[in-house]
Structures are given as structure tokens and as C-alpha cells.
């Protein structure tokens, strides 16, 4: 069973910079490609960011394009999230996910990623 589990998140001002861990207990979370959702309060949860198994192939949402950067280790199976220019809307729950591998390609639904972590809260003041 993969468990995955993030770190990371904080309080920050407006225009700063947080750097989110996603650590996986299992090494066959290399062989899957991984994303970022984020949920505020009362909202669905979205997509942020993706990466293909070999973190060749990035994807992110236009929200987030320009400011954020998804990247991972596979040796030390993390995942990592680096957030700049950050903005009072980016303030929700951010969770790590492992896709369920039944594609080829990224993807951005909820449905397509079978683990999740528990969420690291970032929060963004004005």
C-alpha cells in the first residue's frame, strides 16, 4: 500500500515562497506519474500541477503557470511543489496523489489518481 505523506506547507505574505515535500513509503511510486490537487473551503478539490513517471513531462493549471514548479526525485521517491509569487487565492489544503497508471497521459481529474496524502495547509495573507 503506498502512503504519502506531505510537508511543507506554512502561512506566508502575499508574493512569497513555500517548497511542499511529498515523500511516498513505497518505491514503486516511481513508476507512476504524480500530481498536486489543492482544496479551499467549501470548493472542489483542483488540480494544480502534474508530473510524468520519469519527470520529463510537466502540467500545470493556468492558475498556476509561471509561479509554480513541480518536480521529483524518484531515487528518494519525492515529489516536490515550489510555490512563488504567491497569491491570497492559492491559500487551500495542498495534497500529493499518485496516479492510478491506467494512462499513458497526464491528467488533471480527481478520478485518475488512486493514493493520496493528507494535506499540508498553506495560507496566503494579503
Known amino acids: 500500500q503506498v502512503q504519502l505523506v506531505e510537508s511543507g506547507g506554512g502561512l506566508v505574505q502575499a508574493g512569497g515562497s513555500l517548497r511542499l515535500s511529498c515523500a511516498a513509503s513505497?518505491?514503486?511510486?516511481?513508476?507512476?506519474?504524480m500530481g498536486w490537487f489543492r482544496q479551499a473551503p467549501g470548493k472542489e478539490r483542483e488540480f494544480v500541477a502534474g508530473i510524468s513517471r520519469g519527470g520529463r513531462t510537466t502540467d500545470y493549471a493556468d492558475s498556476v503557470k509561471g509561479r509554480f514548479t513541480i518536480s521529483r526525485d524518484s531515487a528518494q521517491n519525492t515529489v516536490y511543489l515550489q510555490m512563488n509569487s504567491l497569491k491570497p487565492e492559492d491559500t487551500a489544503v495542498y495534497y500529493c496523489?499518485?496516479?492510478?497508471?491506467?494512462?499513458?497521459?497526464?491528467?488533471?481529474?480527481?478520478?485518475?489518481?488512486?493514493?493520496w496524502g493528507q494535506g499540508t495547509q498553506v495560507t496566503v495573507s494579503s
Open positions: 496523489a499518485q496516479s492510478d497508471g491506467r494512462s499513458i497521459f497526464l491528467q488533471r481529474g480527481v478520478s485518475a489518481y488512486a493514493y
Open positions: 513505497e518505491r514503486t511510486f516511481s513508476g507512476f506519474p
